[in-house]
C-alpha cells in the first residue's frame, strides 16, 4: 500500500542533542512537508520541498534543518539551536496543484519529548 | 498573509444528531481552495471534504457538507447523523493560488455523546 511512513513514532532527547526524524514517502509524489503541531495551535509549516534537492524555509524554520537528497525522503533534523523542541512532528506530501487541488497526505507523526 | 481562526476550541453533540464547525479565513486572493482535516486519536490526519473557491455549490460527501460563504469569508463543516468514530480534532486548511502549502486553524474538538 502507498503511504508516508514516519519514524520514529516517539522520541526523548536530551537538551543540546540534535535528532533527526524520518519520513518516507512511496506515493511518488514531487512535493513534501514538515509541520508542526502544538495544542492549542493548530499545525504550523516548518519546511517544504517542491522537488528533489530544493528547499523553502516555512514559518517556523529557525532550529530545524532539511535535506531532499531523493524523491522519496525528506529528513527533518532538530537542532540544539531549537528553543522548545517539545512536540509533534507530521510529515507531508502533495502532487502539484496542476494536476489536483494538491491536497495533503500525511504520516501518523512523530512525538519529540526534550527532557 | 492569510490566516485561518476556528473560533470553537471545543463541541459537543449527541449521537445522531448534527453539528456545525465554523471557520473562518482571511485571504486577498480569489482563487483558492479549502478544507477540512480530522485528526483522530490515532493522530492521523485524513481529509474530510474540499472546497473549490470558484464553484458556488457547496461540497458535499456523504454526512459531511460545507457552508462555503466566499463573501463573508466562512467555510463552516455541518457534520449530519453524528457517530461516535466522528469523535476528533477538526482542522480548517487554506490554501492560496501560487504553491502548495496549507494554512492551518487551531482545531476544534469534537466529543460525541452516546
Known amino acids: 500500500d502507498g503511504g508516508i511512513t514516519q519514524s520514529p513514532k516517539y522520541l526523548f532527547r536530551k537538551e543540546g542533542q540534535n535528532v533527526t526524524l524520518s519520513c518516507e514517502q512511496n506515493l511518488n509524489h514531487d512535493a513534501m512537508y514538515w509541520y508542526r503541531q502544538d495544542p492549542g495551535q493548530g499545525l504550523r509549516l516548518i519546511y517544504y520541498?517542491?522537488?528533489?534537492?530544493?528547499?523553502q524555509k516555512g514559518d517556523i524554520a529557525e532550529g530545524y534543518s532539511v535535506s531532499r537528497e531523493k524523491k522519496e525522503s525528506f529528513p527533518l533534523t532538530v537542532t540544539s539551536a531549537q528553543k522548545n523542541p517539545t512536540a509533534f512532528y507530521l510529515c507531508?506530501?502533495?502532487?502539484?496543484?496542476?494536476?489536483?487541488?494538491?491536497?495533503?497526505?500525511f504520516g501518523e507523526g512523530s512525538r519529540l519529548t526534550v527532557l | 498573509a492569510q490566516t485561518v481562526t476556528q473560533s470553537q476550541p471545543e463541541m459537543s453533540v449527541q449521537e445522531a444528531e448534527t453539528v456545525t464547525l465554523s471557520c473562518t479565513y482571511d485571504?486577498?486572493?480569489?482563487?483558492?481552495?479549502l478544507f477540512w482535516y480530522k485528526q483522530p486519536p490515532s493522530r492521523q490526519m485524513i481529509l474530510v471534504i474540499r472546497?473549490?473557491?470558484?464553484?458556488?455549490q457547496n461540497a458535499t460527501e456523504n454526512r459531511f457538507s460545507v457552508n462555503f460563504q466566499k463573501a463573508a469569508k466562512s467555510f463552516s463543516l455541518k457534520i449530519s447523523d453524528s457517530q461516535l468514530g466522528d469523535a476528533a480534532m477538526y482542522f480548517c486548511?487554506?490554501?492560496?493560488?501560487?504553491?502548495?502549502?496549507?494554512?492551518f486553524g487551531a482545531g476544534t474538538i469534537l466529543r460525541v455523546k452516546s
Open positions: 520541498s517542491q522537488i528533489v534537492n530544493d528547499f
Open positions: 486548511a487554506y490554501r492560496g493560488p501560487y504553491g502548495n502549502k496549507l494554512v
Open positions: 507531508a506530501s502533495s502532487i502539484p496543484r496542476t494536476v489536483n487541488t494538491g491536497e495533503l497526505f
Open positions: 472546497q473549490e473557491a470558484y464553484k458556488q
Open positions: 485571504t486577498s486572493e480569489s482563487d483558492y481552495y
